[in-house]
């Protein structure tokens, strides 16, 4: 199977920061990679697809971007909102894969 | 409003079995995939099983295959999990989700659409 290695596992940043998290696969996963953001008891919530669609309705502050095997989360000036957990997940082949989750907290 | 509700979830022993239900509603829901992902306490998410618009292909992860069982109702908005044999390593929160479609394409591994969960406990 291929593995979706996330990183970091957690990350402090202020409001206001540029922070960025990372995906790597173990095989190519072409652009087949989706974004969600998972807030405590509550279900997740798909913000990027095809590696950089932004979903409809979400901040044009996340962004994703791939570079062959190693793709990346990127929000530009975080809100108050967005300490949350991160999810990466790949749906290029059965089984679809979601990464370790990057919790990203208020320092 | 589009929504997914869960049902079906409990407390159970080793080796039992359970069923899930998902109610879907706002959408046509017979022109979508329909997947199941659950989240082991404190843990990531896991992909369990999906299914197609009108039930005829179904996949599971590894540790599903043969104990698991997707299917669905179109005729009432309906997804159902028959989960047999159950373990210890079951227990999560199990969410229904929609397989994405936007445009003129389909995304059946791209969830945008989640209920709120229901909770499985295996244990004795």
């Known amino acids: 199977d291929i593995q979706m290695t996330q990183s970091p596992s957690t990350l402090s940043a202020s409001v206001g920061d540029r922070v960025t998290i990372t995906c790597r696969a173990s095989q190519n996963i072409y652009f087949w990679l989706a974004w969600y953001q998972q807030k405590p008891g509550k279900a997740p919530k798909l913000l990027i697809y095809?590696?950089?669609r932004l979903q409809s309705g979400v901040p044009s502050r996340f962004s994703g971007s791939a570079s062959g095997t190693e793709f990346t989360l990127t929000i530009s000036s975080l809100q108050p909102d967005d300490f949350a957990t991160y999810y990466c997940?790949?749906?290029?082949?059965?089984?679809?894969?979601f990464g370790q989750g990057t919790k990203l907290e208020i320092k | 409003e589009v929504q997914l509700v869960e049902s079906g979830g409990g407390l159970v022993q080793p080796g039992e079995s359970l069923r899930l239900s998902c109610t879907a509603s706002g959408f046509t829901f017979n022109t979508f995939w329909m997947i199941w992902v659950r989240q082991a306490p404190g843990k990531g998410l896991e992909w369990v099983a999906s299914i197609n618009q009108i039930g005829s292909e179904a996949y599971y992860v590894d540790s599903a295959e043969g104990r698991f069982t997707v299917s669905r109702e179109n005729a009432k908005n309906s997804l159902d999990l028959q989960m047999s044999s159950l373990r210890a390593e079951d227990t999560a929160i199990y969410y229904c989700?929609?397989?994405?479609?936007?445009?003129?394409?389909?995304?059946?591994?791209?969830?945008?659409?989640w209920g709120q969960g229901t909770v499985v406990t295996v244990s004795s």
């Open positions: 095809e590696a950089s």
């Open positions: 997940q790949r749906y290029s082949t059965y089984p679809y894969t």
């Open positions: 989700a929609r397989g994405y479609c936007g445009g003129r394409n389909c995304f059946a591994g791209v969830f945008d659409i």
